[in-house]
């Protein structure tokens, strides 16, 4: 085996080799055409990128939904090629048929969603299929596997079923296959998007040693922009075109040009922006909580104790009786085999009319299990669901009348778009339900107005949408159904922040407008800390609290050890109180927070 380069050949290789990766004047269009082949339209994707990426570098690569950032990803592995321009990699032109496999061991790609990458059907043996096709010894790949599993935290999962996975643990189990083959450069197309706090810092993590140890060239997509802080160097791109290009510092000081761009910055980077233009004499570009908490630690503040944690309000106790009740749930898949495992564990908990429930949990804890459950999707072994008062699984249950009434979004949309059009698609339920095609159009022309769609996107097809739009018809299908329950299976994964934010603030207004009964499954606690009244949390399979955000994030050591956290805030206001500040460290959101921190240098 090759020797591993240590920390000072790394930096040799940024500073004096050629680049690994050279990207000159690249541009690349979308073609769109009809049943007959016909040219409808094109869309330039990339416009005209020049790049280069020296061995060894930690590159991130920013935009929002749209922007270019997967279709120049694909560029760099020749999954594409371009229409104009170049792509060399480690010396290979893209262009040249004869090095494709060379360049793809070169520079190993992960998806945004692991099951367009995943094949075999044991966990060990999927991991395994790079590094037996690229002819490595079998010893040498048992070891690989073993190696990349356990640096993923997927190896007691060896043995499991892909199928049987959550989405969090395939991604996982994508991103160990690419490992395994020991590439030279390392593509993380959103790796994160469906983890959970840990687990996402464990990835980042990761790829930071095979970055720092290894020497691999790392190049990260991600709409995380914590995740960007541990770059070399960021590009930002928009419409096809990188627009910003710098180390973290100088971009994440430009916020309100970010903003502009539909992206964000670091949580304690924004906490700071907006404290800084409330006057406090603070710098610009700050990346991270230390950084901040040393640069507030010296104004002048209130000092003593802490504050008494009154002043954010709890949210009222939910009026209106019982809509759902689930009643000790227990599931096991595989159950009887040597591969049985228990997913949910008599489960309990209520959800009223008009609430805004929060369901975290980290990867593989039970949360989409758990909601499938509750629409009858799946079946309990012990347990039952009451939807105002009957039981959901006797006989006699009209469960296609439950599914009307229980609407879920899951956690891929495309995986619930079919028709045509997005009109057709909206129209399905209500078509399904009964009504006539003019009462289900009109049915569908108002959802899909609720959910702020344009009135152009009617006629499109839903796969030729971005992944927010798509996200959009998912729930505008659910709503023309006029549920009574909203369940939303991570429904802003993948989103750009502007985007993520507009889908919940669409969310939350569907409730206070319609009084839906709303559950969250996410694995954001800053999104769940802002929207919910209450939240549930699942530590494998079991429910560990059901209570409001304030009383579970309070306990965030208990959190932190089952995979999850706090909002960062809470933890920034409690490093502060650390250094003397005697201020509210309970406080959830950036609002409040920046509310505390103001309060306290009055």
Not at 375 to 398: E, F, K, W
Request: net charge negative; aromatic share 6%.
């Amino acid at each position: 085996m090759k020797k591993k380069p240590g920390k000072k050949e790394k930096t040799r290789s940024k500073e004096g080799f050629s680049a690994l990766l050279r990207i000159k004047d690249l541009k690349y269009e979308y073609i769109r055409r009809d049943e007959e082949n016909n040219v409808e339209g094109i869309t330039t994707a990339v416009d005209g990128v020049s790049m280069e990426v020296k061995p060894g570098e930690f590159i991130a690569i920013l935009g929002h939904n749209g922007s270019g950032k997967s279709t120049l990803a694909k560029h760099i592995n020749a999954i594409l090629f371009p229409a104009e321009g170049t792509v060399v990699l480690d010396g290979m032109d893209t262009q040249d048929e004869d090095r494709l496999l060379d360049i793809r061991r070169t520079a190993g790609m992960v998806f945004q969603n692991p099951d367009n990458q995943i094949i075999g059907q044991v966990v060990d043996e999927d991991v395994a299929f790079g590094p037996e096709n690229m002819g490595v010894p079998t010893e040498e790949i048992i070891s690989r596997v073993e190696e990349s599993l356990k640096t993923i935290g997927m190896w007691e999962y060896r043995d499991a079923s892909p199928n049987h996975l959550s989405g969090g643990q395939k991604q996982r189990v994508s991103i160990a296959g690419v490992l395994a083959m020991h590439p030279k450069c390392l593509i993380l197309d959103e790796p994160t998007a469906m983890l959970d706090p840990r687990g996402r810092y464990e990835v980042i993590r990761a790829a930071r040693a095979l970055n720092q140890v290894e020497g691999i060239t790392v190049i990260l997509i991600t709409h995380y922009m914590e995740e960007a802080v541990y770059a070399d160097r960021i590009f930002v791109m928009d419409q096809g075109k990188v627009v910003m290009n710098g180390d973290p510092r100088s971009i994440f000081s430009r916020v309100e040009e970010l903003k502009e761009l539909r992206l964000g910055v670091p949580v304690a980077c924004e906490l700071g922006w907006e404290l800084r233009k409330s006057g406090l004499p603070l710098p610009e570009g700050i990346l991270n909580r230390k950084e901040l908490v040393e640069a507030l630690k010296d104004i002048p503040h209130k000092s003593g104790g802490g504050a008494a944690p009154a002043t954010v309000s709890e949210k009222p106790e939910p009026e209106g009786g019982m809509k759902l009740i689930a009643d000790k749930l227990s599931y096991k898949y595989d159950k009887g085999t040597n591969k049985e495992r228990c997913a949910l564990e008599d489960v309990s908990f209520v959800l009223h009319p008009g609430e805004f429930v929060g369901l975290i949990g980290h990867t593989g804890s039970g949360k989409s299990t758990l909601v499938q459950l509750l629409n009858a999707l799946l079946t309990p072994d012990s347990g039952s669901v009451y939807y105002d008062g009957a039981d959901i699984y006797a006989p006699d249950y009209d469960r296609k009348a439950l599914r009307g009434k229980v609407g879920m979004v899951f956690q891929y949309p495309e995986h619930q778009l079919f028709e045509e059009t997005v009109l057709s698609e909206v129209a399905y339920g209500p078509k399904n339900m009964g009504l006539d095609r003019k009462e289900a159009e009109l049915a569908a022309f108002a959802a899909i107005k609720k959910v702020g769609l344009e009135d152009e996107c009617f006629d499109q097809s839903p796969f030729d949408l971005s992944g927010g739009q798509k996200r959009r018809v998912a729930i505008a299908s659910v709503l023309a159904m006029k549920p009574e329950l909203l369940i939303l299976d991570e429904p802003a994964a993948g989103l750009d922040p502007a985007g993520r934010e507009e889908l919940l603030s669409m969310i939350r207004t569907l409730r206070d407008e319609e009084g839906i009964c709303v559950l969250l499954v996410s694995h954001s606690m800053e999104d769940v800390a802002e929207l919910a009244d209450r939240i549930l949390v699942l530590d494998k399979g079991k429910l560990l609290y059901d209570d409001t955000p304030r009383r579970v994030f309070a306990h965030a050591a208990e959190l932190e050890e089952i995979g999850l956290a706090a909002p960062e805030t809470s933890y920034i206001l409690k490093e502060l109180e650390k250094t003397g500040w005697e201020l509210d460290t309970e406080a959830l959101t950036l609002s409040e927070a920046k509310e505390r921190i103001l309060e306290a240098t009055a």
